[in-house]
């Protein structure tokens, strides 16, 4: 991928991907307000709101992409059993302290999500997941994960397609799984108990 940018002189030039580090601050727009999305620019990738910053990731690959929705299905299943939760996806869009980010999936109980109005969730969901992707490291999605449980996620799972491996963390500490191990019980999500190999039965 390659962006054009330009310099002092209004010289359009290309910008090589590898030069650039993700995820990669925007100026903000003029008539931008963070709890409005028809306000936020239109971009071919993903936008969050943090730290005052709007940050730009560009469009997942085929690694992200696959993990993501083999994610969403198990926990559509799920939910399909369970119907006082929702599932989201698709950059599942929150908005939590003035900040927002999205979630390659989440979960929250039908009842605190509230009904649509067209806006981010303003409450935070009981799980969110992070699927590792070609610009993301562990330490990256580590600062999500502490950003989501310093907003009141109970559980995040980051996954990581390319060693096959799943990272559980809460404000009480962490679990990695790997092949068959299974999710510990979360009493606040019902009956859903998966394998980590589970989540990567695309690849």
Known sequence: ???????????????????LRFPLPLKVPRGFRV????????VEGRLEFVQGELRYMPPCADYQQDVAATVVGLLWKWVAKHSEFIVAANEAGMMLGGEARGADAAVWRKQEAGTHRGTFRRVPPILAVEVAGEDEG???LREKAAWYI?????????LFPRTRTALVLTADGEQRLKGRS???AAPELPGLRLTAQSLFSQL
């Open 1 to 19: 991928m390659e962006f054009v940018h330009f310099d002092s002189e209004k010289t359009p030039f290309r910008l090589q991907r590898s030069h």
């Open 35 to 42: 709890d409005q999305p028809s306000s936020w620019p239109s």
């Open 138 to 140: 562990e330490g990256s």
């Open 150 to 158: 310093s907003h009141g996620v109970r559980y995040v799972w980051l």
């Open 182 to 184: 299974r999710f510990a």
